[in-house]
């Protein structure tokens, strides 16, 4: 297979489920790199050389979850399809709001689980850009203080400093403080640029 050939990376501690899975996905065309720990897959991968990664939700050492946690604080926009052989709603629910692909149990249905890994080449692929772009904009409005939040709200709603302040139960020059304060942590010159990363920020996730 080429380089171009998409990369999928299987990361459990059951070989059997390893194996499987890389016969299934090399038979449907893709490349596969196995690991048995989450460890070994951080020390050695490459996160934005693959397409997504198959990940346990439980294995020894670091878990899953964990994995998907180190990612994140990494800035890899990986998209990860989780599974395993015990099934949690409160699991899920959390990887999913992490920006998961999905959380499935094993054993998986071939036919629906390569469904799953052709949606996760693609968010790699031309949807990088676009997650990337919004996991930036939720990291800049992270940074704003309660206030700074509502100040902002006001902005994205169109309405006047004054109207803002008034809302708000503050002045007018305080509002003005905050809204400078917004746009220097957003990194926003205008106010075009500020709506457009709030919006980017609060978009659905196409994998959520």
């Given at each position: 297979?080429?380089?171009?050939?998409?990369?999928?990376?299987?990361?459990?501690?059951d070989e059997a489920f390893r194996d499987a899975m890389r016969w299934l996905l090399e038979s449907a065309g893709y490349r596969v790199a196995a690991y048995a720990t989450a460890?070994?897959?951080?020390?050695?991968?490459?996160?934005?050389?693959?397409?997504?990664?198959?990940?346990?939700?439980?294995?020894?050492?670091m878990s899953g979850l964990e994995l998907q946690?180190?990612?994140?604080?990494?800035?890899?926009?990986l998209p990860i399809i989780f599974v395993t052989a015990h099934g949690d709603v409160q699991t899920a629910?959390?990887?999913?709001?992490?920006?998961?692909?999905?959380?499935?149990?094993?054993?998986?249905?071939?036919?629906?689980f390569l469904a799953l890994i052709a949606d996760a080449v693609l968010l790699s692929g031309a949807g990088l850009r676009d997650r990337t772009r919004r996991v930036s904009a939720a990291a800049r409005l992270a940074a704003l203080t309660q206030r700074e939040r509502e100040v902002l709200q006001g902005i994205v709603a169109g309405k006047p400093n004054k109207?803002?302040?008034?809302?708000?139960?503050?002045s007018v020059r305080t509002v003005e403080a905050h809204r400078a304060r917004v746009m220097e942590k957003t990194g926003t010159a205008t106010v075009a640029e500020l709506v457009q990363t709030a919006i980017?920020?609060?978009?659905?996730?196409?994998?959520s």
């Open positions: 297979m080429s380089a171009a050939t998409p990369l999928v990376y299987v990361v459990d501690d460890e070994h897959f951080l020390a050695t991968c490459d996160p934005a050389a693959a397409a997504c990664a198959v990940v346990d939700v439980r294995m020894p050492g946690e180190e990612l994140l604080q990494r800035g890899s926009t629910v959390s990887a999913l709001k992490k920006g998961a692909v999905d959380f499935i149990e094993k054993p998986v249905h071939d036919a629906d109207v803002i302040a008034d809302e708000l139960g503050i980017d920020a609060d978009t659905p996730r196409r994998d």
